[in-house]
């Protein structure tokens, strides 16, 4: 599975992956690249009383959906505690530094992800967060990649790392 995409297999992948209601390769990129995205601390009050502060990296309006109010969040530890989302606070906002790199890897690694679920490897979330935990997952693998001593190429790195993530329906 190691090796370059042509255009048109990116194409093709790119509009299986929008047709099985995913975002497109296009989208992905362009989530990635919005302006407005950064790495915001917040703070999340709970119905129970607790809150939960926390960084986050993405768009307000992404950050809005993540912590949608009215929504339920399982606190607990060892046994299910749901406890209702009442409001969230941006208490900072810090804009990554750009990096070039960093960029092209996760463009990289989301269309790398785009086309390993279209072609069966492995299976991407679904539902209303998909892009998130997508795009958070690449912004994890991207640094950490930048961060270690290289040992295995790239690809074979993004790969093995999203099919740990995200194993294929008939693989688990």
């Known amino acids: 599975m190691s090796r370059d995409w042509t255009p048109e297999e990116l194409a093709a992948a790119s ?3 929008k047709a099985q209601g995913n975002m497109s390769y296009e989208e992905f990129c362009n989530e990635l690249n919005d302006p407005s ?4 601390t917040v703070k999340v009050t709970l119905a129970d009383g607790n809150t939960i502060t926390t960084r986050i990296n ?7 959906k993540y912590y949608r109010i009215g929504n339920f969040m399982n606190i607990g530890r060892t046994d299910d505690n749901l406890s209702q989302i009442q409001t969230i606070e941006f208490l900072k906002a810090e804009t990554p530094s750009p990096s070039h790199l ?8 989301g269309s790398r992800a ?17 892009e998130d935990v997508l795009a ?6 991207a640094d950490a990649w930048l961060g270690r001593e290289a ?3 790239f690809d074979e790195y993004i790969e093995t790392a999203l099919a740990a993530r995200f194993p294929s329906d008939n693989q688990k």
């Not at 995205?37 to 915001?40: F, K, L, S």
């Open 136 to 141: 958070r997952f690449a912004g994890d693998l």
């Open 58 to 64: 993405g768009t307000p309006n992404n950050i809005m």
């Open 102 to 109: 960093r960029d092209n890897l996760l463009v990289t690694i």
């Open 37 to 40: 995205r950064a790495i915001y």
């Open 114 to 130: 785009a086309c390993m679920d279209a072609a069966g490897y492995i299976t991407l979330p679904a539902g209303s967060r998909r």
């Open 15 to 17: 509009s299986a992956m």
């Open 151 to 153: 040992d295995m190429s």
